[in-house]
């Protein structure tokens, strides 16, 4: 079969599977992979050290596969007929973000791209090696979606497409079967730049660069420590990734909903109520997270952004739910919920952080409650009348 045939031919299967778009890139080294190489020397990856190993596959897919001629890369469109966080306001309510509402679309990605797979090597009798990914290795995706047609690079930094919007989860197959290439598609964000005006934490240092450190996709879902300190205020109510520097985008507002029924929101994730979320015991978390995308915080996690989301949300009658947690296993939680108290109660806070820190023995809780006391005024006048 001839190139042109093939390549028509794996498009046309890729869209029977369910693909949104698919668009084709040869494989080679990337002009991007300099970008990559600076946004990593400026510190923008923070603590997620495994984007600095293999960089030279990132930069080269031919490094994964060798003689690898041909990106296929594939997008599914993850939106539902859900209002955008931006018209979400009510305080009790927490935010996780929209790709994580259904089943994780690693394995959804995965199952499609499998079978993709399955066809090519049928059509070439066997003898294709292919290797497939969906955010599961070296591979600069967005980089190959652009060159594949499937998109630009907003200055958001996400993959935008002209119909769909960006909410696409990206996947592609790295194969040594020669195929028709396509053209990158222009930018057309222009002059915009709504994204950068609306992110609250001033992640989007500038366009198309993102410091993931600032990030509160990152805060919520791959920093595993402590919030910073002074983030904690701006990250509102989201609990699980972050959606603001799409939901503002123009492309995003006639984005089609998806077919994909294993996208659409499992109960209780749309817009969760915070007293739910933080009162979830590991059980009930396992069980309402099972092959979740929200798995990947831990209980740990997703209640640590939970009480930040408390704390931003001014409403004093979660005190008693945020109380309950100043005793929980995790330090991690037992930290948060210290700054909770203190968010909601001010000085009212000063009792129950006292009484706390007579039986608490984590180093890390423990500087969490004295920056806490040193922050309450009557605290030094406690000390001060002896
Ligand atoms: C690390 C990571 C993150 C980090 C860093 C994100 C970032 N912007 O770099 C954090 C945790 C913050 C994150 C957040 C999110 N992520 Co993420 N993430 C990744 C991951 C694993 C690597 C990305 C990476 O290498 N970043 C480093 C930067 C420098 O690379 P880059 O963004 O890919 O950009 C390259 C090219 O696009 C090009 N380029 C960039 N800008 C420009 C501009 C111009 C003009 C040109 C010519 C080229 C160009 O050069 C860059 C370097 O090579 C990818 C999966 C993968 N393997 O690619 C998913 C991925 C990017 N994430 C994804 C998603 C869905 C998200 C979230 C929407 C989740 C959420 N709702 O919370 C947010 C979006 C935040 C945002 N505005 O980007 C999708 C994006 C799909 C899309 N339509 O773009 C991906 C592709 C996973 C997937 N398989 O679907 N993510
Ligand atoms: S995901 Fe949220 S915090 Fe991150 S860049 Fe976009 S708006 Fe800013
Ligand atoms: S909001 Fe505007 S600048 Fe940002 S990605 Fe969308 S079109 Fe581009």
């Known amino acids: ?3 042109k045939d093939l390549t028509s031919g794996i498009k046309r299967h890729a869209r029977s599977l369910g693909f949104d778009l698919v668009g084709v890139s040869p494989a080679g080294p990337l002009p991007d992979g300099q970008r990559y190489k600076e946004w990593l020397s400026r510190g923008h990856a923070g603590e997620m050290h495994y984007l600095e190993r293999r960089v030279e596959r990132r930069e ?25 966080s931006t018209s979400c306001g009510d305080s009790r309510k927490g935010w996780i973000a929209r790709y994580a509402w259904g089943d994780d679309y690693h394995d959804v990605m995965d199952e499609r791209l499998s079978s993709l797979s399955g066809f090519i090597r049928a059509e070439t ?32 930094t996400c993959l935008i497409n002209q ?34 005006d609306a992110c609250p934490t001033d992640a989007l240092t500038g366009p198309y660069a993102l410091d993931s450190r600032l990030c509160i996709s990152y805060l919520t879902i791959e920093l595993k420590d402590s919030m910073p300190f002074d983030l904690r205020d701006k990250t ?7 959606d603001i520097c799409q939901d503002v985008c123009p492309w995003n507002r006639k984005a089609p ?17 915070l007293d739910s979320i933080v009162s979830l015991g590991p059980e009930e978390f396992r069980t309402l997270f099972k092959g979740s995308p929200v798995k990947r915080a831990k209980r740990r996690g997703l209640l640590r952004n939970a009480l930040v989301a408390i704390g931003n949300s001014g409403d004093p009658s979660f005190v008693p739910v945020v109380t309950e947690r100043l005793g929980d296993e995790e330090a991690l939680v037992r930290i948060h919920a210290a700054w909770a108290l203190w968010k909601l109660e001010g000085k009212g806070a000063l009792g129950p952080l006292l009484g706390m820190k007579k039986s608490e023995e984590d180093p890390a809780v423990l500087e969490e409650i004295d920056h806490l006391l040193r922050l309450i005024d009557d605290y030094g006048m406690l000390e001060a009348s002896g």
């Open 236 to 242: 509102g109510s989201n609990i699980f990734g972050c």
């Open 1 to 3: 079969m001839g190139v």
């Open 163 to 196: 119909e769909t919007g960006s909410w696409i989860f990206l996947g592609e197959l790295i194969t040594d079967v020669e195929l028709e290439y396509d053209s990158p598609a222009p930018d057309r964000c222009g002059t915009c730049t709504r994204c950068i």
């Open 60 to 84: 080269d897919v031919r490094n994964i596969l060798p003689g690898a001629k041909s990106v296929i890369t594939c997008g599914l469109n993850y939106n539902t007929d859900t209002p955008y």
């Open 257 to 273: 909903a998806t077919d994909e029924a294993s996208f659409r929101p499992r109960p209780g994730l749309y817009n969760p109520g």
């Open 125 to 156: 009798s066997g003898s294709a090696g292919i290797m497939r990914y969906s955010d599961t290795g070296p591979v600069l995706e967005r980089a190959h979606a652009r060159y594949g047609g499937i998109g630009w690079i907003g200055k958001n």
